[in-house]
């Protein structure tokens, strides 16, 4: 029985056997995807090219990685550092929106899929590859993600998707492992949580975390200290922004990647970044994940300060909407639609000002705003003061504005009124 799912064709670009002879697979050293390595092989009689990106997940060793992938067959092995492309290019932007997510998820996972799917394409055709492969469920964002981006950008290639269709639970994989000399990491016996992570987070899926009801229990925190463990002593943090971007910390300039890393690595010592989430899926599904987050709960907060201040209040009423349908179209694996690279015409041409610096104090789990300065910002304290009166604001003219200001809405309200009595 196991396998049958995989031969019937739902979509067009869905492969069948027949049509396979060699398979980019997105590789990620792990079991799902070590064990789809061999799989591929037998059931398609294909060759595996194996391609697996450097994206900034912490603790990897990519050369056991590589080993592994030819080891279990696979004729070649990519190993690509994508981490400047990432920072640069993808979560760049992000910030720039203000991207969030149901109000509290970064989006480093629907951030690094179209990155990766890109990079199957270019590796598949340099390669020689009729299809790309994956190992993705059928009940999550990230099968979306790739598979519009490869259908996108490569309208010739295939895809499978063995997790959908092979029906092999975690217990017949460690088996099917065993039976083909795939070595298996770890202990067996308890199922590990579902990890994905990059720089810019990292996030954790199954086990308790299913139960709504259950408190997160301390062993799913790998990156962030638990806040009552953070040091007693607050610590400030100082990031510089140029046009919307962070480029320096604490005054050191630093290239996005490593200033990702240092802050995050601030904000996890004080118990930062933390967030329990529960998630409205594409598919329709709605699931909890526990989010480690360091760099971006510190990040984007200081983003938004800064952009607050030198906007005016009608750019500070507009772009939350625009950042929202960013944050909603990304995502829902929609990277390649205009509407986003339209979003990002606004986003660059507001943040064209967002220069200047914005202090955090870190203590216990809070990252709190304490101090900001920019040379474009919207403020004046000569005018915004309580200790003088007079100067460039007359206090004189308030009355007038406040007459004209509200003449619609007592009008309505004497209208509505008047008809009850
Ligand atoms: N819920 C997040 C998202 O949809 C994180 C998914 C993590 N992916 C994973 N394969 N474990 O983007």
């Not at 799913?220 to 510089?240: H, S, Y």
Request: proline content about 5%; overall charge negative; hydrophobic content about 40%.
């Amino acid at each position: 029985m196991s396998g049958e799912g995989a031969l019937r064709k739902t979509a067009s670009y869905e492969a069948v056997p027949g049509e396979v002879g060699r398979v980019l697979l997105l590789y990620s050293g792990g079991l799902d995807t070590s064990v789809m390595l061999k799989w591929i092989q037998d059931r398609y009689e294909a060759e595996v090219v194996a391609l697996t990106v450097n994206l900034g997940q912490p603790g990897e060793d990519y050369e056991v990685i590589e080993g592994k992938a030819l080891h279990l067959g696979a004729v070649e092995c990519h190993v690509v550092d994508a981490r400047e492309t990432f920072a640069r290019d993808y979560v760049g932007p992000a910030i720039r929106a203000n991207a969030l997510y149901g109000g509290g998820y970064p989006l480093f996972t629907a951030l690094g899929r179209p990155l990766i799917a890109k990079l199957a394409v270019e590796y598949a055709r340099r390669s020689g590859c009729d299809t790309i492969a994956h190992g993705c469920t059928g009940k999550g964002n990230d099968q979306v993600r790739i598979e519009a981006t490869v259908m996108t950008l490569a309208p010739e290639l295939k895809v499978i998707a063995p997790v959908r269709g092979w029906q092999m639970g975690r217990d017949e994989e460690v088996a099917y492992a065993r039976e083909h000399g795939i070595p298996v990491k770890g202990g067996t016996e308890v199922a590990p949580y579902s990890i994905d992570d990059n720089l810019w987070g990292r996030s954790s899926e199954g086990r308790w975390i299913e139960d709504l009801d259950h408190a997160p229990e301390d062993d799913v925190f790998q990156l962030v200290t638990p806040p009552e463990q953070a040091p007693d002593e607050p610590e400030e943090v100082e990031l510089e922004f140029e046009r919307g971007l962070p480029v320096a910390v604490d005054g050191q300039r630093l290239e996005l990647v490593e200033l990702i890393e240092r802050v995050a690595a601030i904000g996890a010592r004080h118990g930062v970044g933390i967030v329990d989430h529960i998630e409205d899926r594409i598919v329709g599904l709605k699931v909890r994940d526990i989010y480690e987050v360091p760099a971006a709960a510190i990040v984007l907060p200081a983003h938004a300060e800064l952009e607050k201040l030198v906007c005016t209040i009608h750019q500070n009423q507009f772009k939350p909407g625009l950042d929202r349908q960013w944050a909603y179209l990304v995502y829902a694996g929609l990277w390649w639609e205009p509407l986003r690279e339209d979003l990002d015409a606004y986003m660059d041409a507001v943040n064209e000002h967002v220069s200047g610096t914005v202090a955090l104090k870190l203590y216990k789990g809070t990252a709190r705003v304490v101090r900001r300065s920019s040379p474009n910002a919207v403020y004046d304290p000569a005018l915004a003061t309580f200790a003088e009166s007079g100067g460039l604001f007359s206090q004189q003219a308030s009355p007038g504005f406040i007459e004209l200001w509200s003449l619609q809405s007592r009008m309505a309200w004497r209208v509505r009124h008047a008809r009850d009595g």
